[in-house]
């Protein structure tokens, strides 16, 4: 979610409310005799209207998981769960009198709303810049749950060109592109060459191509977790195919060409994979933990008032 100048009211709002919220605060401090507490009139207000801040932050889940349900637009609903959720917590720190609380419930909620208010506030500066830095370095991107079906097409076009490229060298010029021909006909009417070796063809190189493909370029193509491999840094890559490129004919540095851009897009497919994780994987602690927050919370309300 993107931070623009749609945020203003809210921004406004919150700060004027956490102005008045505080202002409130200094106030019923300075006129307590046995000072604030969250039992008292101005601190269940204060709870309450935390409390109802949280219940609608905690509302967006649902609202995204049954979008049929048209109340509001989802981006309204989205700024209110990002800076009405940020209101909450100064509210609820003033009805806590700025304490951890003296049971194990209280403090429990106390260590819980922290954790969800840093991991909030930390998924909301990933939301802004991530998207951005993805649009830059991700040239081709793609659809998040795709990525392994493009993966794989990557796979089989590489397959294609690298067995391709093996049999030009072996000699077959079936599978090589008029132009390629033509140059090696023309080869093949000087000096006794063969239209062949006019291509370059060598069956050793093709031993050197085939064995690339196979312990370089299909490991690395294949792979979605783990170590790095060495076509995954594109300085490496550059390198290894420069060296095939001095031990192949000119004639076939297209087809190698191919094959490099092909690593290119699979390193561009990773680099989305390992952004959207960090740009999704603060929900994981965000989410388990508010809904974990709203349950004790009202526990804790209904004990404090019947209690």
Same mark, same amino acid.
């Given at each position: ?36 507490? /969250?039992?008292?009139?101005?601190? #269940? ?6 409390? @109802?801040?949280?219940? *609608? !932050?905690?509302? =967006? +889940? ?114 090589? /592109?008029?132009?390629?021909?033509? #140059? ?6 000087? @000096?006794?060459?063969? *239209? !062949?070796?006019? =291509? +370059? ?107």
């Amino acid at each position: 979610m993107l931070i623009d100048r749609s945020h203003r009211p809210w921004f406004f709002f919150s700060v004027g409310g956490l102005a008045v919220a505080a202002i409130g605060y200094a106030i019923y401090d300075s006129m307590s005799v046995r000072g604030p507490s /969250g039992g008292s009139p101005v601190g #269940l207000i204060y709870g309450v209207l935390g409390y @109802g801040f949280m219940l *609608f !932050a905690g509302l =967006l +889940g649902l609202r995204k998981k049954y979008p049929i349900w048209q109340v509001g637009r989802a981006t309204t609903w989205m700024r209110g769960h990002l800076w009405l959720g940020l209101l909450s917590f100064p509210l609820i720190l003033f009805h806590a009198a700025f304490s951890l609380g003296a049971g194990a419930l209280t403090r429990t909620l106390m260590v819980l709303f922290i954790v969800v208010a840093i991991s909030g506030i930390l998924g909301a500066i990933l939301q802004h810049f991530i998207p951005r830095l993805m649009t830059e370095r991700v040239q081709l991107e793609t659809i998040y749950e795709q990525i392994d079906s493009v993966r794989v097409q990557l796979l089989e076009e590489a397959q294609k060109i690298a067995a391709d490229l093996c049999s030009a060298l072996e000699g077959d010029l079936s599978f090589v /592109g008029e132009k390629e021909r033509a #140059l090696a006909a023309s080869a093949g009417t000087r @000096g006794g060459l063969t *239209f !062949a070796s006019g =291509l +370059g063809a060598n069956d050793r190189t093709s031993d050197i191509v085939s064995e690339f493909f196979e312990t370089e370029m299909r490991p690395f193509l294949q792979q979605t977790t783990g170590k790095a491999l060495p076509l995954a840094d594109k300085a490496r890559a550059s390198a290894m195919f420069g060296q095939l490129r001095v031990q192949i004919s000119r004639n076939l540095w297209l087809k190698l060409a191919d094959l490099e851009n092909l690593c290119d897009e699979k390193r561009g497919l990773d680099r989305q994979r390992r952004m959207h994780h960090i740009l999704h994987g603060w929900l994981l602690v965000h989410i388990p933990a508010s809904y974990a927050l709203l349950g004790l919370a009202a526990i804790h309300a209904v004990f404090a008032l019947r209690y």
